[in-house]
């Protein structure tokens, strides 16, 4: 080092020199944290050549940090390595700046690498102007609210709060003008501009903006950043909403105007994606808050792309809120109203919105395989209400009706019909009253060929009238605070068949119902009034609670009703748009299935008839007719009642409905039923062999008629049973606790079940059958089989068991055991083919074979004073081996096999008359009467009953109807038979 002249005011001198470890503070300015201060530096080696005029140093920092009071807000940086030329020229006569030149800059921190090149001059401004172009390989989005200046507090805050993650690379500043100038006003003040590529950042736009502001967050961010006059652009803009990363944004463009000031944030985006998630999304934005929550229950499928436009207030964002404008297109896209609705298809429309309005000017689809087109508008008014307004025509075919599941029955009526209805749906809503909808639909061109009264030709004038709108305000029932009449009228133009007027009415919630709101969600109260028949201006009478029905026909035939719903679906069906879930529904743990997809009409409970009035000259059900029937009914909750009085019918039915079909009950208390042969299908085949689906039954008939025949007095105690599952698979059995028929003749009782089979094949009645006789022979006589018997008192019990149901007696599977104790009785001499086995036991057929004084005991039918025995059963083969019957003139044994199915016969009967107390004790000791009578006869009377009796033996065989008999030799038969003697 070396100078001249006074220390104190040295005028020359030249220094040069090395030092490393420096580390010295920095100080703030005195005027004002914003302004320069000293710049302080920690970790810095210097080598340096210097004179009064100027110098050179080169600096290098290791495990440093540099510190700029002024410059940030956090104005230490750390850098791991560095190193730059310094240059400087000291104040002249002709310039009395400092000018300070940096160049070569080289630092490495840990948010990246900086390069760059600067010049600060200190005349123009206290704190000097500054030229400075440098770059950054890549850092952290995060990290960039850090860098920017201490000037800019509100840009700095909203960066780190909304940009939560992403890196830019290639980063460029550019800053020229006087320091104290920033922000500058214009680029003649001064230029401040950066420049990057941002990727995979993560930008929520909207966070913290107050209350119910919640917008999507985008995310997987591509784009271009530019910060240029105060304004920040991200041009190019690509990425996905962040919580719907199927929707995918492009070509989108966010601008903040102006940093320095409170202007709001703009987003210009274009996103495409799934229309499911497009519903998704907007009900969770204050847009579909906005709306009442009328897309909630909307679902779609397909894609559809939005322009969006949405302006960010970034001051007092609580009371200016988010707002929007934007315009949705819809390609081919398949849309769902309601659960249950059949969608429409290939919807094209074009919808224009913004935070307050929604337009579609034009929509074109298919629904239900018809074309339809629509227009609406949706308000918000000055006063914060609402207004709707919405029209949709189309036209349907009755064939694309039929072949849509999700109709349900609907859809089963509508095989019945065939033919084109055109229809036009209104929508109408202002203000708070409520939603006016109606819809109208000639149906002139269609033909039904439904059960009457539904029943129309080609031609005739019908039409399809249904209207929901608000209720008067002083109509309403006490506790309710609004309401909505729905209306309905099926039929001729001048006189519709069907009629309806229901009232749906809505208690006082904390906030007031919306007019949307009122028109989705189910209501509180449900009243109203049915008719059918009767005449157009009888006046439907809103009743004060309950829904009523009034119906009046000529004839009503249930059971083509009911084949119009159980027929098998003719058409192909097509299960159109979105695949709706299926229903909660509670009967799945029983073993019901669930339906795969809802029906609309699963909606309807709580409109079905609470009570019922109803009058038919004829009505027709499980194929027998009932006149001039009148029928009174109510249900309450669970409990249906009915009233019911007709030609065949007299009494009282009560149904209760359970939580499933098992648990449902049926009590009947009848004082007169008479049931005519039916002329459709079994109850059986009704019940599909599945008991699960029967209630419990407890009936009473005190004057009981089938078939024109009197049954006498009727009770019938039945339910079904849950039982263990490795018993059956379907877990229920039905259980018969009482069975009574009461007649002069006789009385019948009998318990059992109908349980799956222990073998597995299905389901078997289960019998226990006990019978007591007063007249055998007028029992029969009632029971068709006049002239076969007369008299006969006692008793016949047993147990029988057969495949399938209780009503469906199954001979070749009856399987069991019988026992019979019958007295003082006659067969009559009849044709044995119309009592079929118990012509055998008339013996009418034996005459001819008999001699001497037999034929008197039975050619005019056998008379008896005691028939007793046991029968087993199995696969309907009865066997005996212990019948008999003794009368005055005869004893008569029987054994052998009756086959029930083939109606045919192997029977050995063996005959001994003129009964004496002898034989009657041959007949009490032997347990085997045949063999024992026989065997009785060759040991012990050989030598005096064959001599002093005649025995006659026959076999008889074939059919019941023709039955054949053979004498058979009774010592021929003896022989066989005698037991072989002791002594060989």
């Keep these: ?26 100080l703030p300015a005195a005027t004002s944290d914003t302004d320069l201060g000293r710049l302080g530096g920690e970790g810095v080696g210097l080598s340096w050549q210097a004179t009064a005029a100027g110098g050179t140093a080169v600096l290098r920092v290791a495990d440093g940090q540099l510190t700029l009071p002024g410059v940030w807000v956090e104005p230490t940086v ?62 952290a989005l995060t990290a960039l609210p850090r860098y920017l200046p201490a000037r800019l507090p509100e840009a700095r805050a909203y960066l780190a709060r909304h940009v939560l993650s992403g890196t830019a690379k290639g980063v460029a500043v550019v800053f020229d003008g006087a320091l104290d100038a920033y ?23 909207a966070r913290d903006l107050g209350q119910g502001q919640d917008w999507p967050a985008l995310a997987q961010l591509n784009g271009q950043f530019e910060l240029k006059d105060n304004a920040v652009q991200l ?87 988010v707002q929007l404008s934007g315009e949705a297109n819809l390609n081919n896209v398949t849309l769902a109203l309601l659960d249950g609705l059949p969608p429409l298809q290939r919807l094209q429309a074009t919808v224009q919105f913004t935070d307050a309005s929604v337009d579609v000017a034009r929509a074109k689809a298919l629904w239900l395989g018809g074309d339809v087109e629509g227009r609406g508008a949706w308000r918000i008014k000055a006063d914060g209400t609402t207004e709707m307004r919405a029209s949709v025509k189309g036209a349907l075919r009755a064939e694309d009706v039929a072949r849509t599941p999700a109709l349900g029955r609907v859809a089963l009526a509508a095989q019945r019909a065939s033919g084109l209805a055109n229809f036009a749906v209104d929508v109408d809503q202002v203000g708070v009253e409520g939603v006016s909808i109606r819809l109208r639909a000639p149906l002139k061109q269609v033909r039904l060929d439904l059960p009457a009264p539904m029943n129309k030709a080609t031609g005739a004038d019908w039409v399809l009238d249904a209207s929901l709108r608000p209720a008067p305000a002083s109509d309403v029932s006490k506790g309710m605070t609004r309401g909505q009449d729905l209306l309905f009228a099926l039929g001729p133009v001048d006189e ?38 009767g005449k157009a201006n009888d006046a439907l009478v809103m009743p004060d609670s309950g829904v009523a029905a009034d119906i009046r026909l000529p004839a009503f035939n249930v059971d083509e009703w ?30 019901k299935t669930a339906p795969a997809e809802p029906s609309v009409l699963d909606a309807f409970q709580a409109y079905l008839p609470s009570t019922v009035v109803g009058a038919a000259d004829a009505l027709t059900f499980e194929g027998r007719v009932f006149n001039r029937v009148v029928m009174g009914s109510a249900r309450d909750r669970n409990v249906g009642r009915a009233n019911i009085l007709a030609d065949e019918l007299n009494g009282y039915v009560q149904m209760t409905v359970g939580d499933t079909d098992a648990s449902s009950a049926l009590l009947v208390r009848l004082a007169m039923l008479r049931l005519a042969e039916s002329q459709t299908k079994d109850v059986v085949d009704l019940l599909g062999n599945q008991p699960q689906a029967m209630p419990s039954l407890d009936v009473v008939v005190d004057d009981f008629s089938m ?11 039945a339910k079904n049973r849950q039982v263990a599952a490795n018993k059956t698979p379907t877990g229920n059995e039905w259980l018969i606790e009482r069975l009574r028929l009461d007649m002069p003749e006789a009385t019948l009782k009998a318990t059992g079940q109908w349980a799956p089979s222990k073998l597995g094949n299905g389901r078997r009645t289960y019998l226990d059958v006990d019978l007591q006789l007063r007249d055998g022979g007028a029992l029969l006589t009632r029971f068709g089989m006049p002239g076969v018997m007369r008299g006969g008192e006692g008793q016949l019990t047993g147990e029988m068991a057969w495949q399938g149901a209780p009503t469906r007696f199954h001979t070749p599977s009856l399987s069991g055991a019988l ?40 050619s005019q039918g056998f008379s008896f004073d005691d028939l007793r025995g046991t029968a087993t059963i199995r696969d309907g083969i009865v066997t005996t081996k212990n019948l008999t019957m003794q009368g005055l003139g005869a004893l008569v044994l029987m054994e052998g096999t009756a086959d029930m199915k083939a109606e045919t016969q192997l029977i050995d009967v063996v005959v001994v008359p003129k009964v004496d107390k002898g034989t009657l004790a041959l007949l009490a000791a032997s347990a085997n009467p045949v063999i024992g009578v026989l065997t009785y006869f060759a040991d012990e009377f050989l030598g005096n009953i064959i001599n002093q009796v005649t025995v006659k033996g026959f076999k008889v065989t074939g059919s019941w109807v023709a039955p054949e008999v053979t004498e058979v030799k009774v010592d021929e038969r003896m022989k066989q038979r005698i037991p072989k003697s002791k002594g060989g």
């Design 1 to 26: 080092m070396s100078w001249s002249g006074d220390l104190a005011t040295t005028t020359q001198f030249t220094t040069s020199g090395e030092a490393s470890g420096l580390a010295w503070a920095a």
């Design 496 to 533: 519709p068949i069907a009629r309806a007027h229901i009232r749906r009415e809505y208690k006082s919630r904390p906030a007031a119902l919306t007019a949307v709101e009122l028109a989705m969600v189910e209501p509180d109260l449900v009243r109203g009034a049915y008719a059918m028949g």
């Design 707 to 717: 078939n024109g025949r009197e049954m006498g007095r009727l009770e019938l105690v």
């Design 562 to 591: 009911q084949a119009v719903f159980d027929q098998p679906q003719r058409y192909t069906p097509v299960r159109i748009g979105t695949a709706l879930p299926p229903l909660q529904n509670q009967k799945a743990a029983t073993g």
């Design 819 to 858: 026992m019979v104790n019958v007295r003082k009785g006659q067969f009559i001499k009849a044709d044995p083919g119309l009592s079929k086995l118990l012509g055998v036991l008339s013996l009418q057929s034996l005459p001819r074979r008999l001699t001497l004084d037999f034929s008197d005991v039975f």
């Design 78 to 139: 750390s850098v791991a390595s560095g190193e730059a030329t310094v240059r400087w020229t000291a104040p002249t006569a002709t310039d009395a700046a400092w000018q300070v030149a940096v160049e070569k800059a080289r630092l490495q921190t840990p948010d990246g690498r900086v390069v760059g090149d600067a010049v600060w001059r200190s005349s123009g401004s206290s704190n000097g102007r500054l030229r400075l172009s440098a770059t950054v390989d890549q850092m």
């Design 183 to 205: 922000p500058f006003k214009s680029r003649e003040d001064g230029v401040f501009d950066i420049s990057a590529q941002i990727e995979n950042a993560t930008y929520d736009y």
């Design 235 to 321: 041009t190019q803009v690509s990425g996905r909403l962040q919580r719907a990363p199927g929707i995918v944004v492009r070509d989108s463009r966010l601008v903040w105007p102006d940093l320095t000031s409170d202007s709001p944030l703009t987003v210009n985006m274009q996103a495409a994606g799934p229309m499911g998630v497009w519903l998704t999304e907007f009900n969770r934005t204050p847009l579909g808050v906005k709306t009442d929550g009328m897309l909630t229950k909307w679902r779609g499928e397909g894609d559809a792309s939005v322009r969006l436009a949405v302006t960010v207030p970034l001051a007092d964002s609580d009371k200016a809120g």
